[in-house]
């Protein structure tokens, strides 16, 4: 267990923060290194599962689009099952468990059946991918206001009114799980109101050595969709122009490439 709580069953819900295994909390790493169990997703860096005890069981429960290899249902069920087995469990989520992560919903199963959990937070996608890009999401001359936002629309009742709200809302967009709606997106943020000019980046594996950043407009971007892959995160909003000349980490990966004994300072 994690120094200073007592020796029970517990469920730490784990943000792994946004895949540079560098970025997990020291708090949430203490918990993986007390578990008996680890159920951990696709996204997180596997470089953490290394942290845990030869002991632990690592249950893999990730989704990939179109392929779930645990259902939430199978999830909160083996949960509760580990739980009343007397085990320190650690559920391990990409980014922030309480960012579109389903944590909420797993924290109210948790309560709902009385096991005693702790919730730990992490670093989003959402923020570190373009910050690893060279992308503040606010910015005194660009943008005072920011959406955290799912590609994943809702029903059909409400789908124009949700874009809608969104092209007249906050100067940023942060958008998850958008990649396969990408057009649809860009077709309705300009219909509501967004300049077509409005500069878009789609960051894939965002803080990783994978990263990888196509940048466009809401009217040109779609012609790169070919080349867009996921899992990537969409940023619309002026705050992108600002890449140009803040792309740190990539320029940086570069230049190391070409000189290995480049060291950090």
Known sequence: MIEGS??????????????????????GLKAIQCSDVILYDRLISKELLDYASDYTELIYCGKSPGHHSFSQEKINTL??????????????????????????????????NGIYYEIIPGITSGSAAPTYAGIPLTHRDYSSSVSFVSGVS????????????????????????????LTDICEKLIQYG??????????????????????????SIVKKLSAIKTPSMIIIGNVVRLRNQINWFEQSSTEQELNPEMTLG
């Open 6 to 27: 007592e020796t029970v069953a517990k469920v730490y819900l784990v943000g792994a923060g946004p895949g540079d295994s560098d970025l997990i909390t020291i708090k």
């Open 79 to 112: 949960l509760c099952e580990l739980a009343t087995q007397g085990k320190v469990i650690t559920r391990l989520k990409g980014g922030d468990p309480f960012i579109f992560g389903r944590g909420g919903e797993e924290a109210e199963m948790l309560e709902q």
């Open 154 to 181: 809702k029903s059909d009742e409400s789908y124009e009114k949700y874009w809608e709200n969104l092209a007249q809302g906050s100067d940023t967009l942060c958008i998850y799980m958008g990649v396969r709606n």
């Open 194 to 219: 967004r300049p077509s000019n409005t500069p878009v980046a789609v960051i894939h594996w965002g803080t990783t050595e994978k990263q990888q950043t196509i940048t466009g407009t809401l009217e």
